[in-house]
């Protein structure tokens, strides 16, 4: 991944951590960057996994986005 990945489009699909799969809600986002964010953000409000798949097809695990995921340097 590159910087350039940034601003390409992404979904961000946030699933619970315990309960059925099917409350899992996802939704998409103009950049990477702003995915990321939101992501961040969602991780800190609640115990939830989120996932991202870039535009270009890469799949970002929870565990990618907790480590990389920093909003205040995405911004």
Do not use: Y
Request: no cysteine; proline share 7%; glycine share 2%.
């Amino acid at each position: 991944m590159v910087l350039a990945d940034l601003d390409k489009r992404a979904e961000l699909t946030v699933w619970p951590s315990n309960g059925p799969a099917r409350t899992a809600q996802a939704r998409e986002f103009s950049s990477l960057r702003e995915a990321l964010v939101a992501a961040a953000e969602s991780i800190q409000a609640d115990d939830v996994q989120p996932w991202i798949i870039t535009e270009d097809g890469d799949i970002l695990s929870p565990r990618w986005i907790r480590a990389n995921a920093d909003p205040h340097r995405l911004q």
